[in-house]
Structures are given as C-alpha cells and as structure tokens.
C-alpha cells in the first residue's frame, strides 16, 4: 500500500507553539476549523436533544389515549422537535461541515472573514438554549415548526415570543455563514483550481449559500410582522383584523421549501466525495452532478405553495407549482443515478463512512419518491398535514441529511480528530441506525393513507398496532446512538493515530497533516490532478512531469 | 485503511510548484462580502414588499376606507434629500480616490447631516399623521415598512459617522486603502434605492 | 460471457416491471373509496405507486448488487476502472424522468380537473368568476359576470368545485360548515336545521360551504380524498362531491388548530334515500325554537338571492347568529372537550373513541340549542 504523507517537520513545525489546545474549542477562535467542530458539535448535542423530544413523542404516541403528557406539552415538543431538529441540528452541522471542509478542499488558509465566522457561530448556543428551555419556562410555542397564525397568535405570547426571537438570531447566523461560504468558494481558490476541477461539496456548497441568501431574509421578513402581530397587536397575518393568514404561508415557505435543500444539498455534496474515494472510481458525470446542485436551487425557489395546496390557493398556482415540483426529480435524479454509477463496477470497501453513504441513497430515494407523490396536487390533497407527509420529511431528513452527516463524520473523522473510528462500532451504528429507522417512518406512509392526521396526541385506536411499531423503531433510534457516541469520544481519545490521507483520497483537505496544521498548508499547493481521478494512469492524469508531485513528499510504502 | 493504486506522483499536490511561502494577507474581499449581504437585505425588503402588494391586491380599496389622507409635500422634500444625498456621498468617494481627506470628511459631514434631516422628517411625519400602527392594515404596514427603512438609515448614518471618526487621522484613508468610505457608500445608495421604490409604493402607488 | 449477463439483465427488468405492475394494483394501501373523486385519485396513486416501486427497486437492487459484486476482495488494492461517464447513458437517465414527470402532471391534472379543481368558482380564477359585490353598506346590488371589479377574495370561494358534468347547475344539497375549537357545526340553510354531524344522501351533488370561527382548521374527509383549509375571517371555502357509497365515514380536522385539534372530529353518514328522509323528519320534528328563527329569519334572504348567495356574506347571518350563541356555549364546549379528553385518557384508553365523540358532538348540538342549558 502506497501512501502519501506530508512530513511532519513541514507541516507543524513552522508554527513552532500553536499547537492547538483542547480549550480553544470553548473560545471565540477565528480558525474555520475549530469553528467547524463547533458546529458539528453543537448541532450534534441539539440532536439528542430533538431526540429526546422524539422519544417522548413517540411514547405519547404509543397509545391511542393523550396519557403520557398534556395535550398543549404534546404540541410544545412537536413544534421543538420540528424547529430544533432543523435549525440547530442539520442546518449548522451541514454550516459545521462546510466550515470545516470548504478552505482545505480549495486549498485556503481559512474562510474569507473569520471573525464573521466565529460571530456566526456564537450566535447559535444562546438562541438555541432559549429556544429549548421555552418548554421548561413558561409557555412552549405550541403552532407547529411552521407556526401558521393565527393559532400562533393565540397560543401565548412568551413561547411564540421566544420563538420568533430564536428563528431571527439563528436566521442571522445562517445568512451570515452563507456570505462567507459564497466569497470563499468564489474568490479564496488555489489560482491552480478552476471551478470546474472544483470538489462536489463545494459546488453543492455553492448552492446551499445561494439559496440561504434568497430563502432567509424573507423568513426574516415574515418572522419581523408576525412578532408586530403578536406582541404590539397589529393584524398582517390576523384575519380578525382584516389580515391574511394566507400571505404568512407563501413568505414562511418561500424560505423553507428552499430551506429543505439547505439540509439537503451539503449532503449531497458530501455523498458525492464520499462515494468515489470509497469505491476507488471516479465519480460518474462530474459536470452533471454539480449543475444539478445549480439546477435543484432554482428550481427551489419556484416550488413553495406545494406545502399549500389545500390553504387557500388558487387553482392555476397549484397546476404551476405541481409541475416546477416534480421537475425537480430531474435534477435529483442524475445525481442519484450519478452515485449509483459511480459505484457500479467500483471495489467498494465496506466501512462505516460508506455504508452510511449507499444507506443515503437507498432510504432518500424512497422520500424523494414520496416527494414525488405529494407533488401531485389531486393526491396531496388526501395526504397533506397526515403521517404520509412525515413519513415523506423523515425520509428525506433522517435517512437524508442524517445519513449524510453520519456517513461525513465517518468519513472526515480521521482528517479532523487525527485518529481512526472504530469499524465494528461503526457498522453496529450503522445497522440499528438503518433498521431503527426504517421501522419507526415506513409504517406512517401506510398511518397516514388509511387516515391518520399528523400533530395529534390522541388517535383513532384503530392506528394503534401501526403506531407502536413505530415507537418500537424509534426506540431502537435511540440506543443506535449510544455505539455512535461510544466510538466517536472513545476513538477521538484513544484510537489508533491516523495519517494525513487514511483513504488514499485525492482532493486536497488529504493532502495536508492529520488534524490540519492551523493554517492548513505550508505552502499553497498547486493541482496536478483532478478531484476524482481514480484508476486513472500517470499519462491520463496529465502530470506536468510524472516526478514532480512526489518529489517534496515522502511516500512511505506501507503494507 | 485502504490500499490503492494512487500513488505519490499522483497525488494531487506538487510543493514544487508553489513558489509563494504563502502568509502573505490574502486580497481584500470585504467588499463583495458587502454586495452579498446587501443582496440578502435586498430579499427582507422584497418579501416585505410582496407581502404589502399582496395586501393590496386582495383588499377592496387600498387604502382602506377611512383612512385619513396622507400629504404629500413633507415625504417629498424628505425624498429628494436623501436621493440629493447619494449624489453627496460619490463627491467623498472621487474625493478620497485622489487622496483628498479634506474632501471626504466634509462631502461626509454633509451626507450625514443629509440623514439626520430625513430621519427627523420620518419621525416629524409619524407624529403627525392620523393613523397609528394598528389602526388598519395599510397603517401597518406603512409604520413595519417605512420604520424598518428607517432603521436601516440610521444604521447607514452610524457607519458614515464612524467613518468621519476614523477620518480625523490624516492617514487613515488613502486613495488606496478606503474600504470603510466604500462601504458606508455603498450602503447608502442601497438605503436610498430601497427608500425610493418604499416611496412608490406607499405615497404614489 | 456477453450473451447471459444480457438476459439475465433482460430477466430482472421483466420481474421488476412485474412486481412493480403488481404491487402497483395490490398495495392496499388506501381506505375505502366512498366517491367517483376517491376513484380518480386512487387510480392516480396506483400510476404513481408503480413507477415509484419500479424506481424503487432499480434503485436499491443497484446498491444489492454492488454491495455484494462489487465488495473490495481481501488483498485487493487496486483502483476500479476510470470511468468518468457516459453521455448517452446521461441522456436517457435525464430524459425517462422528465417523461415520466410529464406524462404524471399531465395524468394529475386531468384528475384535478374532473374533480371540479377548476371551477372556476372555487378555484378562485379571478378572471372567469362572476363578482357579487356589497358596494358600502347600502343596497345589496349583484353584479354579474365580468364584472371587472377589484374585488378582491373576500367572496370567492376556494377549493373543489364543481366537476365539469355538474358545472353550472346548482347542488343538489348546500350544507355550510363552520370550524371552531374543536368542533364542526353544519347548517342545511334550505331546511333551517343545525347538527354536529353531516348527514347527506348518496348519489346527490353535495356542496359543503366552509368558514372558521378562530382559527385554521382544515375539513378532511379521508374515504372521499377529499381535504380543504377552512380560514376564518372572510374567506370561504368549498367541498363538492358526489357520495357514491352509503355508509358513515369519520370527518378529520386536519389543520393544527391548539392542544386539542386530535380531538376535533365528526362523523359523516351517507344515507340511502329512506334513511335520509327519516333523519330529516327527525330534525325536522326536534328542531328547537331557537334555530328555526335564526334560519326564518335569513330564509328569505337566500331565497333572494339565490343565484348569487354563496358568494355573499349576507348568507353567513346564519354564522354570525351562531357565532353569538357560541359565545355562549364556547367555554363550556371547550370545558366539556378538555374534559372529555382527560377522562378518557384515564379511564377508556382501549374504548371506541368514536362512540365518545359523537356523544360529544351531539351534546355540542344541545348546547347549541339550547345556551343556557
Ligand atoms: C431534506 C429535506 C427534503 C427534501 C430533500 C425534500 C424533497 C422533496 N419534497 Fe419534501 N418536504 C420536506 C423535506 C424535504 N423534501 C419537509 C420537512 C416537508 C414537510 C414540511 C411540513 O409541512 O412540516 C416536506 C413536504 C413536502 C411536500 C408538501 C406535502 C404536504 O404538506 O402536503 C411536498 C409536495 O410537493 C414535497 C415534495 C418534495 C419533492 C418533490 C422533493 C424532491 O426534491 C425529491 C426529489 C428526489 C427524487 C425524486 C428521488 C431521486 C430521483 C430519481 C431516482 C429519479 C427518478 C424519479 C422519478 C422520475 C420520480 N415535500
Ligand atoms: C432533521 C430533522 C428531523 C429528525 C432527525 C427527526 C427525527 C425523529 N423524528 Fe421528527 N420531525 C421533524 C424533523 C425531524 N425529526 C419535523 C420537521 C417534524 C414536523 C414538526 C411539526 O409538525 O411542526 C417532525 C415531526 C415528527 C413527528 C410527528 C409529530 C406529530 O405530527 O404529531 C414524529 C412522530 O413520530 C417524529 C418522530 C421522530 C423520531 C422518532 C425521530 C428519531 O429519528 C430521533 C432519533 C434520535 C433520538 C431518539 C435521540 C437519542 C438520544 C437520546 C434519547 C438520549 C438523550 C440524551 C441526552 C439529551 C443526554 N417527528
Ligand atoms: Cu381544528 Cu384541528
Ligand atoms: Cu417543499
């Protein structure tokens, strides 16, 4: 086994007593690095936390009977759940991720402005703690995570009120951390690296920014006059005073229609680094995959009243939006077929980053299939606001974005920490994770056809089998968790030391030390290959001179 | 671990290659970081927008009935202060563009002053209008809309001031190094653009 | 070596399709059907659970056969071939999703359409809709057909209107439906009666009028396919449907509408002619004193203005009078649902609920009627 590895006395010692200690991640560091593991950690720690409010959902949930907590708690920890699990879990892990990656994938020193990078992300721990302690405190906002008035209006002013507050700092933060992602990509590039020779998650990154910069400020917007309705009594979104509840809807969705391909589409990224280096193959249609990414965040903008084809839409909005929707399996589609060809006739090593990557696509293809299914305004008719619906957003959020940043922390674990994950604990994770969950979301497909309505705490007992398969699944969810945790703390103490590119990868984050030194290179490095050039001969590859790359580098044939 | 056939000439590095030692301050991207941002506050502006033309649409009458007329001529004057002003501020940038500090702190001072008129103005209309903030929906949205420029002037007049603070050093700003007069610039012009479609939309439409 | 792997391919693209045909038709997914609307939608649903099982399968029978084909051998260090890819592959795998996208809109739309998703009365299509207008206070003055005025959609309605047979003759029965916390109230306005459930003949074109008293709720008839937002304030929404299948069928409020929305159901029973008959003459027989006046004295007012009622406020008087016995009733109702709930989380946590809540509902009703009781 071949391997290259950047010496030691290049990579470190130049910055002879910036090692970085332990407690700068409790710090306002300006290195897109620490500010990328805090993110993912944060984002990580809010996950139990939606978690937790899962669980108690579902146990809920487990009986017919509204037995387990009151009826408004029940709508607290929906509402929480809904917002905590998208607002500070996948929306800054996939911010963590982008931080961590997109300077070492460019070959950058750092983001274009870190200390906007840093305030970005200190703006995440305060509003995320009020927002969770709106159920221990007073009033939880109890509207949903959509928060449609005038229902929030009239379910109380602190929890709505911190609500509000919470979104807005948290929507700042992510516009915020969008400039820096768009400037960086755009302008930081090694001069060697033209955008077409550009890794995956970039591209994918590119999008995620265009859209945070289009979506969230018009979030903002609504967020701005629906605080004025609830605590200075004005009446935009309330129709007892002569408001429309109707032009909440379209500004909310305008954001998060888009906003599920925030979550989505640096996943997307990440599967598309994951799955060449993995499976020793070039990725299959580069150009194709990353236009899609431009392609799927147009086509983002122009879809929102989908989420409104019962409300009070008109009839040629919904034909319009029933169209733009679907499209939207084109995009998505070469993408998914691009993945899948990538792999075929690869030598796919089996480990915990990969198995989470094939489970991505096997289990979003089903929500994207699904999404499909709700486009169709005469069949969203039936399924809108029923467990069809959360079926379709678990799909495509858990074994979405969840399996994304599993498979991501899987894969760059060694590059950020240093050390190598534990394969056994990994694929344990990996298969309670995949069985927990498909058992806890594919019978609510079913729940949801026959008649079962979502953001209910008692039901109809005749969903009661159903219902506790379900629990049982997300059950097992939560003990999945526990082998993660385990691995990921034990490993980053004690695992086995890991070099600069454990995976033979090559794009350019492998190019450097194991963690990165603090300015990630010591010389800016210039390209000799692209991205993905897996398999390729010497000659294909276009080295200027076939010695030149390894002649400062010490390559130390392994076993 | 895996094994592969990649090796260290393909890697995708090449140290010879790079002459530069490579600590030297990257380019200045300040200021497209500026034009991105202003492209999302663009968006709050146009949402709000959207959402007021769609009140409008969907209302009978628009105004609503009963709402006391608004005059015309204070908002006006106001108007063509704070356009007259964006003329103002280009004077301090082609000033500091041939290192004439003097320039730019008076066509500052002016422009600044400029602003604290038409904040005065706004808040000298408020307090004689007829309306309060929840007396209808067009008087809310008028209050939201034109507040919420306000405060965005304010923010504008805050940064032209820091500006003129750092400007009492001779040396601050240069024809070279004056990211901070750019910028304050910049956002001044987007605070009028803004103001300008708010006023068609609210007084003339 | 070529020729088996060919047929092989061929073989496992006949069972997919097979499969996917089969599962398609046998998903048995879907409650009853109780309507034509219900038949449209769910051969819909059909089309599209067979392309998405074959997607589906082609899909996860890829990452199969990779798994177990294409696994990394022991010893094995070597890269996969250097396939950057293949544009004609491309193509088709662009081109069969945008066909199959085409060909579903299409199919969707047409579904929509005979639904009655375009009429244009409930479709809100501001251009083909005939403007009835209250200019001030004064007179009541209708203006018809492209009229152009601005109106706005304070009286338009939304949803599913007629389907285009029944276009332009009226229904055969108009029901109005009023969403509040938690309970759905129905007037029949031709017979002055008021209940808690909605009883309608089978095989009559029967339009439901709805509007909210608070806040959004949403009217979902699951056997019927049928679902519609119901806003309070000035929008009013419509539910036309042709029930084709006696029988009692549950009525879901599926709009979050506050910390008992689960419990905001009620009952639909379509009756054969006989049935229908023999509950109208008892509705007819306990029809307390108080509703007929409220219904006598807005009688004449839609008779009026018959052809242009639905879209005036003028007839929600009915509401407005019930909206000021609800003031009444409201915090007992609400009293009496919370109450409801707790109990039966305590005590019948295995018992029909059903049962209960109509129970419940028909108390609803007796309130009603009867405020101070
Ligand atoms: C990561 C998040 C995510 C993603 C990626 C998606 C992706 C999609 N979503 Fe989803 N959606 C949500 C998150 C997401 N959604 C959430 C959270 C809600 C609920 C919000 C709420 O009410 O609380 C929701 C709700 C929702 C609705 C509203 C339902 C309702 O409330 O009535 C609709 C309707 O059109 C919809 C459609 C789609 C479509 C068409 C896609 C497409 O992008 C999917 C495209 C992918 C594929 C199609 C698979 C791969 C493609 C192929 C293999 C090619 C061949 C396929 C075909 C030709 C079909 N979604
Ligand atoms: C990324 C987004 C995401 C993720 C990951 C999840 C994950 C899960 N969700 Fe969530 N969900 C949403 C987004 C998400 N959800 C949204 C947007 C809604 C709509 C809200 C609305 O209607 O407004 C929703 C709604 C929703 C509902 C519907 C509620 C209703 O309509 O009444 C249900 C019901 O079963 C549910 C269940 C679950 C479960 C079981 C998981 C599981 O996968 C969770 C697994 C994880 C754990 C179980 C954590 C394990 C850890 C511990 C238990 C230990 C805790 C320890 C410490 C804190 C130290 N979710
Ligand atoms: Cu009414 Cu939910
Ligand atoms: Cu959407």
């Known amino acids: 086994m071949t391997q290259t590895e950047i010496p030691s006395s290049i990579s470190t010692a130049h910055h002879g007593g910036t090692e970085r200690k332990w407690w700068h991640y409790f710090t306002f560091n300006e290195d897109h690095k620490v500010i990328g593991v805090q993110y993912l950690v944060t984002a990580f720690f809010f996950y139990l936390i939606g978690g937790l409010m899962a669980a108690v959902i579902r146990t809920e949930l487990a009986t017919p009977a509204s037995d387990f907590v009151s009826p408004e708690t029940y709508n607290g920890l929906l509402t929480l759940h809904g917002t905590i699990m998208i607002f500070l879990w996948v929306v800054p892990a996939g911010a963590g991720l982008a931080n961590y990656l997109i300077p070492l994938m460019i070959g950058a020193r750092d983001m274009a402005f870190p200390k906007l990078n840093a305030m970005a992300f200190w703006m995440i721990p305060p509003a995320g703690i009020t927002l969770a302690l709106s159920l221990l405190v007073g009033e939880a906002p109890q509207a949903g995570w959509t928060s449609y008035p005038p229902l929030s209006l009239m379910t109380g002013k602190v929890g709505e009120g911190i609500w509000i507050f919470s979104l807005l700092v948290l929507g700042t933060s992510s516009i915020l951390g969008a400039i820096n992602f768009l400037v960086t990509i755009l302008k930081m590039r090694v001069p060697s690296m033209p955008t077409n020779k550009m890794p995956l998650f970039c591209w994918s990154m590119m999008a995620t920014a265009l859209l945070i910069l289009i979506g969230t400020p018009v979030l903002a917007g609504a967020l701005i006059l629906l605080a004025f309705d609830l605590l200075v009594g004005t009446a935009f979104f309330n129709p007892m005073g002569g408001g429309d509840p109707i032009v909440y809807q379209h500004m909310f969705w305008f954001y998060s ?119 169709s305004v005469p069949f969203d008719i039936h399924v809108h606001d029923t467990y069809f619906v959360v079926a379709h957003l678990h799909y495509v959020l858990f074994g979405g974005s969840v399996f994304g940043l599993y498979a991501a922390i899987y894969h760059w674990f060694p590059k950020i920490t240093g050390r190598l994950v534990n394969e056994t604990w990994g694929r344990i994770h990996f298969i309670l994770t995949f069985i927990g969950m498909n058992l806890t979301f594919m019978p609510m497909h079913q729940l949801g056809l026959q008649g079962m309505n979502r953001r209910i705490a008692l039901y109809d007992p005749k969903f009661t089998s159903l219902n506790e398969l379900a629990t049982i699944g997300s059950y097992l969810l939560a003990v999945s968790t526990i082998p993660f945790l385990i691995n990921a703390i034990w490993s980053w103490a004690k695992g086995p030391k890991a070099d600069g590119n454990p995976w033979n990868a090559l794009t350019l984050e492998w190019q450097t030390s194991s963690p990165p030194a603090i300015e990630n290179f010591e010389v800016l490095p210039v390209l000799t290959s692209g991205p993905y050039d897996y398999g390729l001969e010497e000659e294909e590859v276009g080295l200027p001179t076939a010695q030149a790359g390894s002649a400062t580098l010490s390559s130390s044939p392994g076993a | 671990m895996q094994g592969s056939t990649v090796d260290s000439a393909k890697v995708a590095l090449d140290y010879h290659g790079s002459a530069a030692t490579g600590h030297e301050a990257h380019p200045d991207h300040r200021l497209f970081g500026l034009i991105v941002f202003l492209g999302a506050e663009a968006m709050i502006f146009m949402g709000l927008f959207m959402a007021y033309l769609t009140f409008r649409a969907v209302y009978p009458s628009w105004p609503p009935e009963g709402t006391p007329e608004r005059e015309l001529v204070l908002p006006g004057i106001n108007t063509a202060i704070l356009i007259a002003s964006s003329f103002v501020i280009h004077r301090a940038d082609t000033a500091i563009k041939q290192n004439n500090v003097n320039g730019l702190r008076k066509w500052f001072a002016i422009t600044a002053a400029m602003g604290a008129i038409f904040l005065a103005g706004q808040l000298y209309e408020y307090h004689n209008l007829e309306f309060g903030l929840t007396t209808n929906l067009y008087a809310s949205t008028f209050y939201v809309l034109t507040g919420f420029h306000g405060l965005h002037v304010f923010l504008g007049l805050g940064l032209i001031l820091a500006v003129l603070w750092r400007a009492r050093q001779r040396e601050h700003y240069s024809s070279e190094h004056h990211f901070g007069v750019e910028a304050a610039e910049l956002y001044w012009h987007f605070v009028d653009v803004v103001w300008i479609v708010l006023f068609l939309l609210l007084y003339i439409l | 070596m070529n020729i088996p792997s060919s047929i092989l391919t061929m073989l496992a693209g006949i069972a997919l399709t097979l499969a996917s045909i089969w599962y398609g038709q046998n998903h048995g997914l879907m409650p009853v059907e109780a309507s034509r609307d219900a038949e449209l939608i769910d051969g819909l649903f059909n089309t599209m659970m067979t392309i998405g099982t074959a997607i589906f399968l082609l899909v996860e029978g890829v990452l199969l056969v990779c798994l177990v084909k294409f696994r990394r051998r022991p010893g094995d260090t070597s890269d996969g071939p250097p396939i950057e890819g293949n544009i004609s592959l491309e193509i088709v795998w662009t081109a069969i999703p945008v066909v199959i996208v085409l060909v579903l809109g299409v199919y969707s739309f047409d579904v929509y359409n005979s639904m009655g998703g375009f009429d244009p009365e409930a479709a809100q299509d501001p251009s083909a809709v005939q403007v009835a207008m209250l200019p001030g206070d004064s007179e009541v003055m209708p203006l018809i057909e492209g009229a152009s005025h601005p109106m706005g959609h304070q009286h338009l309605a939304l949803g599913i209107g ?106 639909l029973y379509v009756h054969t002619p006989e049935e229908y008959e023999t509950w109208l003459q008892s509705q007819v027989a306990n029809r307390p004193d108080q509703v007929q006046t409220i219904a006598s004295t807005s009688d004449p007012n839609v008779n009026y203005l018959a052809p242009f009622s639905q879209q005036l406020n003028q007839q929600w008087g009915i509401d407005r009078a019930l909206e000021h016995l609800h003031s009444q009733v409201h915090s007992q109702a609400q009293v009496h649902s919370q109450a409801q709930v707790h109990s039966q989380a305590q005590v019948h946590a295995q018992m029909d609920r059903s049962m209960e809540l109509t129970a419940d509902h028909s108390n609803l009703q007796q309130l009603i009627a009867h405020p101070a009781a």
């Open chain 1, 257 to 375: 229609h888009p906003a599920v391909y925030i979550m989505v589409l640096p996943l997307f990224g990440a599967i598309s680094e994951i799955l060449p280096v993995h499976a020793r193959k070039p990725v299959f249609g580069y150009q194709a995959i990353a236009y899609s990414s431009l392609a799927i965040a147009f086509l983002g903008c122009i879809v929102w009243a989908h989420h409104m084809f019962t409300s009070g839409t008109p009839a040629w909005l919904r034909m319009f939006f029933m169209i733009a929707t679907m499209v939207i399996a084109v995009p998505t589609g070469i993408k998914v077929f691009g993945w899948l060809a990538t792999i075929w006739g690869g030598k796919l090593s089996l480990n915990s980053a990969m198995l989470f990557a094939m489970g991505f696509v096997a289990v979003f293809v089903i929500g994207g299939i699904t999404g499909v299914m709700l486009a």
């Open chain 3, 162 to 267: 007629a389907s285009p047979e029944t276009a332009g003759k009226p229904a055969d029965l108009t029901v109005n439906v009023l969403g509040l916390q938690y309970a759905w109230i129905f007037t029949y306005p031709d017979l002055g009666i008021t209940a808690g459930e909605l009883h309608v003949p089978v095989n009559k074109d029967v339009r439901l009028l709805l509007k909210a008293q608070d806040v959004i709720h949403a009217f979902w008839l699951p056997e019927f396919r049928l679902k519609q937002d119901v806003m309070p304030g000035s929008l009013q929404s419509e539910l036309r449907f042709t029930p084709t299948r006696a029988g009692e069928y549950p009525i879901i409020c599926a709009e979050l509408c506050g910390p008992y929305h689960g419990a905001m159901a009620s009952k």
